[in-house]
């Protein structure tokens, strides 16, 4: 109980399915634009997706302050579980956060109001979880290439801005300094490091 209000639980095996998402995404941003499972059963507060909380569980801790988007924000109960679950301080300030869970793809910030590391120690950027309904490599997306990609790969994702490839353009200029993303859809996750070179598919 929090404040009155019964909290949704966390993970049913706290260890085990921790290390498992965990390798989910690591395996996700090792190899891009491939589609990792994601198993959860998650219950969280809308609009928390089960698939958001279950990142930030695997993911968050004391020492990695996370960011809510409006939506999540606006519900006191997201950040009584988040905090609850993960240990972690929920900031107002997108540039200190180590994770930014964003439940509004479509209206996804601009990458230049988060941490984007610095010249001398760009690791000190944020990672961006997207909630998204639709992720998987068919036709119409984007063609990625880079390290952890055999030749090229696919991806594709939605809703997203529609300004999403030049900013992921932008985002890999920048390279070593950039965000990395992690999509976020329907029991699956896929990763999009900064190193990624990402065009729209012909």
């Known amino acids: 109980m929090a404040g009155g209000v019964m909290l949704a639980r966390g993970f049913a095996d706290p260890v085990h399915d921790a290390q498992g998402v965990f390798r989910a995404v690591m395996d996700a941003l090792a190899r891009p634009g491939t ?16 698939e958001l909380a279950a990142v930030a569980l695997a993911l968050a801790d004391s020492d990695a302050p996370l960011w809510l988007d409006a939506g999540l924000a606006r519900d006191p109960a997201v950040a009584g579980f988040l905090r609850f679950h993960t240990g972690a301080r929920i900031t107002d300030d997108p540039a ?27 690791d000190r950027s944020a990672t961006l979880v997207l909630a998204v309904s639709e992720l998987g490599d068919g036709p119409g997306g984007w063609r990625l290439e880079g390290p952890g990609i055999r030749g090229s790969a696919r991806l594709a994702a939605s809703p997203l801005p529609a300004d999403f490839s030049a900013r992921l353009a932008r985002n890999h200029a920048g390279f070593p300094q950039g965000i990395d993303l992690i999509l976020a859809g329907p029991g699956r996750v896929a990763g999009l490091p900064r190193s990624t070179r990402v065009t729209l598919e012909d």
């Open 35 to 50: 589609i990792q499972p994601v198993a959860t059963r998650l219950a969280p507060p809308a609009p928390l997706t089960p």
């Open 96 to 122: 200190e956060a180590a994770f930014a869970l964003v439940s509004d793809a479509a209206a996804c910030p601009d990458f230049a109001i988060f941490a984007n590391g610095t010249p001398a120690y760009p």
